[in-house]
């Protein structure tokens, strides 16, 4: 069963062609809205997919929401259930990617006030495979871009408008040849990637940059950082990292909802330890690999898990 396309907007259940909005709508000029990316992770054993942290992601955009004074109807169990029962519709049997969006959905331009502004709620879901190729070490590129303060744009939280200069970054390091980018925050310590949380790894140590140095508070950051403690018996340490310090690592991996785990075996064009996919990094993909779909029992409270129609 291929699936069917369907989203949410306006409060009903639309075909995904059909959920459109005017040119007026004031989040699409001044990028007043707040997202999310949430995985679907199909488990074809059990018929099922599981959507990983769907509460925690749902908590996250109510945050980003109050702070662009976005009030929904919703709390975070109705945006659970509204998400459950239109994935269980479109019938995927695959990887989705699941984008809620709470948005000013005013008509009006012009207008910088937020307090004035009506807010509404959208959700599609889309298949999606591979984000970056996670079966390789990639090769990243330190941007000339830099993660702005939270000061300047709010950090913690996903808004639109924040990820322009991620997508100037992206698109910097594709250009040059590179998979992704890495981010420095405004005076020069390591932020994050385009899209994704970093880890280091040296000797027995990781690291991961703070939420002083601007990088998101990342869900599945988060999560392995659960994982090599409980799993690995390693402690994760969060501190300010220097840009050389990644040139001298023994591993580097990306984590995201988008990009799962990611090594990555080039940085500036230096090596990152043998270039490959380190052994401390293999081990954390094979178990989240196994968490987020649902094969491993100790983690099953972070699943939720929907059978698609007709299965």
Known sequence: M??????????????????????MTHALHYGTAAF??????????????????LREHYERLLRGGRILKIELSYGADDLCRI?????????YRQDVYIRPLAFKS???????????????????????????????????????????????MPTGVKLTGLYTTSILAKTEAIMAGFDEAILLNYDGHVSEGSGENIFVIQGNRISTPTETDNALLGITRDSVMTLCRKELGMNV????????ELYL????????????????????????GGGGIGPVTRQIQD?????????????????????????
């Open 2 to 23: 291929p699936g069917q396309a369907w989203a949410f907007l306006g409060g009903k259940v639309v075909r995904l062609e059909d959920a459109k909005v005017n040119i």
């Open 36 to 53: 999310e990316g949430i995985r679907g992770n199909w488990n074809e054993e059990q018929g099922k997919t599981f959507v990983f942290r």
């Open 83 to 91: 998400t459950t029962d239109l994935l269980e519709r479109c019938g």
């Open 106 to 152: 005013a008509e009006r331009v012009a207008n910088l006030r937020l307090h004035e502004l009506a807010s509404d709620f959208a959700l599609m879901i889309v298949p999606f495979g591979s984000y970056i190729d996670n079966d390789r070490a990639i090769r990243c590129q330190t941007s000339s871009w830099r993660r702005p303060d939270d000061s300047m």
């Open 237 to 244: 340490v969060e501190r300010r990292i220097n840009r050389s």
């Open 249 to 272: 690592s023994d591993e580097i991996f990306l984590t995201g909802t988008a990009a799962h785990v990611t090594a990555v075996g080039e940085l500036d064009n230096r090596k990152v």
């Open 287 to 311: 178990i989240y690999a196994k968490v987020v779909t649902g094969r491993n029992p100790k983690y099953l409270h972070w699943c939720t898990p929907v059978t698609p129609a007709g299965g």
